[in-house]
C-alpha cells in the first residue's frame, strides 16, 4: 500500500519504517529540514534501539523516502498518517497546531479518495477538527475529492517502539458509522493485517472513543505508578519491603505485575503531558478528574524523593560534596530527557551547593542540552556539573552515588570496584535495582525507594 506518514519524531519513524519492513511504500515528510537531510544521509534524529538498521534496510530497499515536499508527499499516499507533536499549551491542554497544520496540508494537495489516520495523541473532538480543515482548503480550490478521517492511536513505549508496534497487544482504531466508515475500516483492516495472523488485534470503535482510549490508558499507567510510589514512601515508614509488596499483589490476576515499579517518578513526554490534558478536557466539561490530580502532584513530590532521602542523611547544605548521578534519560533506551526525573534531582542539588558528575549510556548530549536550558541563569551551578566517560569514572572520588535511571549496565556492578572508587560507600537508589541484604554485606548505605523494611527499627513502633 501507498501511505505518507507526516511527522518524523518516534511514532512518525517507527510507523514508516515498519509498514515499509511489511513491503508498503512509505513517504516520510516532516518540515524539519535538518530532520530530514539526517535520515537521508543515514543518520536518525533519536535513539531507538533497532530504528537505524530497521531504515537503513528500508531505504536500500527503496520502500521509505524522507522529504519536506509536502505536495509530493500527500500525492503519494492513499493513506495519510498524522504523527504530529501534540505538546502542551501552557495551560496544559493539547497544542493541535501542528496537527491542523498537516490536515491543511493533505486538504491543499490531495486531488482523490484519501484516507487520513490520526495518530497523534489528541483530544477527543480532533478527528472532527481535522476533517473541518481539509474540507475548508478543499473548498477553497473548489475540489470535491472524498475522504475520511479516522483515529488510530498508538502505544508504543520509546525504548521498545519497534517490538511494541510489530507485536501490538491491541491495535484500536475510531472509524465513522455508514458506508464511508465501513470504507475506512476495510482499509485499514488490509493496512493491519500482517499484525493480525494468530488473532485478531484490532479493536474498532467510534472515533471519540479510539481518542478518549489513548488518553485513559496513559492516565492508567500514571495512576499505578504514582499510587506504588506513595505506598513505597509509607513502606519505608512502616518497614515494609515495596518490592515484596509489589509482587504480593501483582500474583493477583485483577491486578497483575506490570507498571507497578516505584522509583523516583515517571517522566517522559507522555504521561505528564497527556495527564494535563485530559485534566484540561475535564475542566472543561465541569467534570473534574480528582483521581489525575492526585497522580500529578504525587509525582511531582516523588521527582524530590531522592533529593530529601539526601538531605535527611547529609544535611540540607550539600556544599563541599560531590554526588556521581547515573542514568539522565526519562527511563532506559532511550536519550528522550523529556520531564526526566534527573533533571529535578539535580538542580536540587546545584542548588544546594554540590557538586555532580553525571553518566548515561545514550542521553549524554541531550542532557547537555538539557541542562544548557534548565541552567541557563545559573552559570555558577551550571559549573559545578560536569559529565563523566563511564559510569566508574563518574564514581572515582564521589561522597555517593545517586541512581536515577534503570540502564541494564547498572544492575550488575563490580560492587567491589564501586564501593572502593566512592569516598563514602553511600548510595541512593532511585530505580531499587539491587537487593538491600546484599548491599548490607558489602558495607554498602544503601537508600532505596521504598526498601527500608530489614533495617526497620521496631522500637519505633507505638503501641
Ligand atoms: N513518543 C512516544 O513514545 C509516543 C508518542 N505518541 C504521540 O504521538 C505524537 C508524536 O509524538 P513524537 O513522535 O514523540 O513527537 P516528536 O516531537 O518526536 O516528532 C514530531 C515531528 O512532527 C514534525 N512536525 C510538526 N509539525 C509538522 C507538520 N505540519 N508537517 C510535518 N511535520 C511536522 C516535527 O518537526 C517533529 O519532527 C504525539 O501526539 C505523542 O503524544 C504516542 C505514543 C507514543
Ligand atoms: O503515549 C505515549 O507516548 C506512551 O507513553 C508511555 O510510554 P513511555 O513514556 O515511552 O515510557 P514508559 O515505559 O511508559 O515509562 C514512562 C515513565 O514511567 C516510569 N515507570 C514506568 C513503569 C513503572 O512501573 N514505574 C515507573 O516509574 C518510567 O521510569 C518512565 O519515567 C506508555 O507506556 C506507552 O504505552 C504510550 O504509548
Known sequence: MKITIIGTGYVG?????????????????????????????????????????????????????????????????????????????????????????????????????????????????????????????????????????????????????????????????????????????????????????????????????????????????????????????????VGADIEAVRRGIGADPRIGYDFLYAGCGYGGSCFPKDTSALIRTARQYDQPLRILHAVNAVNAAQKEVLAKKMTARLGMDLSGLRFAIWGLAFKPNTDDMREAPSRVLIAELLARGARVTAYDPAAMRAAERAFALDLKHAPDARARLDFAENQMQAVLGADALVIVTEWQAFKSPDFQQLRDGLKTPLIFDGRNLYEPAAMRELGIEYHTIGRTSAGYDESRDTA
Open 13 to 237: 519513524l517507527v510507523t514508516g519504517a515498519c509498514f515499509a519492513e511489511l513491503g508498503n511504500e512509505v513517504f516520510c515528510i516532516d518540515i524539519d529540514a535538518r530532520k530530514i537531510e539526517l535520515l537521508n544521509n543515514g543518520g536518525l534524529p533519536v535513539y531507538e534501539p533497532g530504528l537505524k538498521a530497521l531504515i537503513a534496510r528500508n531505504l536500500q530497499a527503496g520502500r521509505i523516502r524522507f522529504s519536506t515536499d509536502l505536495a509530493a508527499s500527500v500525492a503519494h499516499g492513499a493513506v495519510q498518517f498524522i504523527a504530529v507533536g501534540t505538546p502542551p499549551d501552557e495551560d496544559g491542554s493539547a497544542d493541535l497546531n501542528h496537527v491542523l497544520a498537516a490536515a491543511r496540508a493533505i486538504g491543499r494537495y490531495m486531488s482523490r479518495y484519501t484516507l487520513v489516520v490520526n495518530k497523534s495523541t489528541a483530544p477527543v473532538g480532533t478527528a472532527q477538527r481535522v476533517r473541518q480543515s481539509i474540507a475548508a482548503e478543499l473548498a477553497a480550490r473548489g475540489n470535491d475529492a472524498p475522504f475520511a478521517v479516522v483515529s488510530n492511536p498508538e502505544f508504543l513505549k520509546e525504548g521498545a517502539a519497534i517490538e511494541d508496534f510489530m507485536r501490538p497487544d491491541r491495535i484500536v482504531l475510531g472509524c465513522a458509522s455508514g458506508p464511508e466508515g465501513q470504507r475506512a475500516r476495510a482499509i485499514m483492516q488490509r493496512l493491519y493485517a500482517p499484525f493480525n495472523r494468530n488473532h485478531d488485534r484490532m479493536l474498532y470503535m467510534d472515533v471519540r472513543s479510539a481518542e478518549f482510549t489513548k488518553y485513559a490508558a496513559n492516565a492508567m499507567l500514571a495512576t499505578r505508578i504514582s499510587f506504588m510510589n506513595e505506598l513505597a514512601n509509607l513502606a519505608d515508614c
